[in-house]
């Protein structure tokens, strides 16, 4: 028969006596080797790879405290290095995807992007230009009667127009302004 008076229930501390004792930053040494490999693999695929940033760090943290455990218990460092090596390449490696965008994002730029740019403007000038001299022409039918209006606004016609109504606008400003 067990003696309860003396067990309390509370956790000791101590290992199950069936189980051998963890050295210390182990587990830690086994999260961050797991996180800097995703990390290395998140960080060499193209574009993506700049994500790969927050996991490379977070490994960093990881296992720099569990080399820190290990050190003061004199834990083995093996898991804990790799951890921390594969991390730390796998950060540069996705730090160093930064540049190769600025750069590819600088070729666009100078050898496509003016090109682009002048099609575009070509293009929009050319509508503009067909919708400055346009013709239009409505035409309706119902029950037999014909309706047809043709119009043809030139630029020249627009802007006489436009001083007309400005200097038209004007004179009611006056006129206003006179009366107030």
């Keep these: 028969m067990e003696d309860f008076t003396s067990n309390t229930?509370?956790?000791?501390?101590?290992?199950?006596?069936?189980?051998?004792?963890?050295p210390a930053g182990q587990s830690l040494g086994i999260a961050a080797l797991i996180t800097a490999i995703v990390t290395f693999v998140i960080a060499v695929i193209p574009c993506v790879g700049l994500i790969a940033m927050i996991p490379g760090i977070i490994a960093i943290?990881?296992?720099?405290?569990?080399?820190?455990?290990?050190?003061?218990?004199?834990s083995p460092k093996g898991v804990l290095i790799a951890g921390l090596v594969i991390a730390i390449i796998a950060t540069l490696i996705s730090?160093?995807?930064?540049?190769v965008a600025g750069k590819?994002?600088?070729?666009?730029?100078?050898?496509?992007?003016?090109?682009?740019?002048n099609v575009i403007n070509d293009v929009q000038n050319n509508v503009m230009d067909e919708l400055e001299d346009a013709?239009?022409?409505?035409?309706?039918?119902?029950?037999?009667?014909t309706v047809e209006i043709n119009t043809k606004v030139k630029r020249?016609?627009?802007?006489?127009?436009?001083?007309?109504?400005?200097?038209?606008?004007?004179?009611?400003?006056?006129?206003?302004d006179k009366q107030n």
């Excluded at 229930?9 to 963890?22: D, E, H, I, K």
């Design 9 to 22: 229930g509370q956790n000791t501390g101590q290992q199950p006596s069936g189980l051998p004792p963890r």
């Design 156 to 176: 020249q016609d627009r802007q006489q127009e436009l001083e007309d109504l400005e200097k038209d606008n004007t004179l009611i400003n006056d006129t206003l």
């Design 135 to 145: 013709n239009v022409s409505i035409k309706i039918e119902s029950n037999g009667d």
């Design 95 to 99: 730090f160093s995807q930064i540049f």
């Design 61 to 74: 943290v990881i296992a720099s405290v569990g080399l820190s455990q290990a050190s003061k218990s004199g």
């Design 104 to 117: 590819i994002g600088n070729k666009f730029q100078n050898k496509w992007g003016g090109e682009i740019e």
